[in-house]
């Protein structure tokens, strides 16, 4: 699988696994996790959860499918904004770890900006990684302006939304991360399975080179260098298919017709997210 680097250098595959709605009670929880393991036999070594996610129930999932197998994965969790201080971070991430039955996470993300100041977050994952139980921090749903107020610092990715539907970092936020070679994280990138998988324009790709739908999407949003893609898949079939998207190369007359549909921004529009 392609591959992209983080900041310090550590190497990741374009795509991973993301794990909103597992462990909810939508499937059996075993089942859930037997499809994260297929993901990682596959190559999509990277899993994000949060604890948000069927409140903590998601990172229990994803406790049992790396369960013996920890070293393999690159584990990404986030932190409730109102968690993401001085007082609180600590509480949540050693519940997160222990959900999930490890000792360490090798990202630990602000879910998205809520009232504590930036640099008391910060400070509040510094410590963490002192402590050796997160390996590095990054954010989510943060646009140009707060990623200015951010700063330099030691961030190692932002985690937005993006694909096809919701293209608006295109404009501003996704050159500023590529100037500062700052990964970005796609999450929604097949759209949550909704509309954007029966678009016509979409649908006319898949049939043109022999795919479906959800891995042009994939394609699409991995098209542009520093960029990882999080589909989220409980289903075997989905889980194959979004590996396969790693080695489906879009052309350009795949990428004009996806700007035909959905018009690239003109001009900056506010950070959409979920
Ligand atoms: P998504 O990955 O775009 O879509 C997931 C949905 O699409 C599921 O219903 C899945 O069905 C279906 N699907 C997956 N692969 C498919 C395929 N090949 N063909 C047809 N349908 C397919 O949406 P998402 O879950 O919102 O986003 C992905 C991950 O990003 C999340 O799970 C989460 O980890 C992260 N995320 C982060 C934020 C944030 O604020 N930071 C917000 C949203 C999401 P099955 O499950 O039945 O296979």
């Given amino acids: ?11 990741l595959p374009i795509i991973g696994q ?27 070594t990277v899993i994000d959860t949060a604890e948000m996610y069927g409140d903590g129930g998601s990172e229990k999932v994803v406790g049992q499918a790396i369960a013996g197998r920890r070293d393999e994965v690159f584990l990404v969790s986030k932190v409730y904004p109102q968690n993401a201080n001085l007082r609180a971070m600590a509480r949540s991430c050693d519940a997160s770890l222990k959900r999930m039955g490890t000792d360490r996470m090798d990202l630990y993300l602000l879910h998205w900006r809520g009232g504590t100041p930036l640099s008391e977050t910060v400070q509040a994952f510094e410590t963490l990684k002192a402590a050796g139980k997160i390996l590095r921090w990054g954010v989510s749903n943060l646009d140009v302006s707060d990623m200015e107020e951010l700063g330099p610092g030691d961030a190692a990715t932002d985690q937005v ?64 260098p520093g960029i990882i893609s999080i589909p989220k898949a409980s289903d075997l079939g989905h889980v194959r298919e979004n590996a396969a998207a790693a080695v489906l190369e879009l052309l350009p007359d795949d990428i004009a017709a996806i700007d035909v549909a959905f018009p690239p921004p003109r001009r900056r529009q506010p950070l959409e997210m979920l």
């Fill in 1 to 11: 699988m392609r591959t992209i680097h983080l900041p310090d250098g550590t190497e």
């Fill in 18 to 44: 993301g794990t909103w709605r597992m462990g909810e009670g939508h499937r059996p929880a075993k089942a859930e996790a037997d499809a994260l393991r297929a993901g990682l036999d596959l190559g999509m």
């Fill in 161 to 224: 939304l993006y694909n096809p539907e919701a293209r608006g970092i295109e404009f501003d936020l996704l050159p500023w991360c590529a100037q500062r070679h700052l990964p970005v994280m796609a999450y929604s990138p097949v759209g949550q399975g909704g509309a954007l998988l029966d678009h016509p324009a979409m649908l006319a790709i898949a049939k043109r080179r022999g795919v479906t739908a959800a891995q042009v999407a994939i394609a699409w949003s991995v098209r542009l």
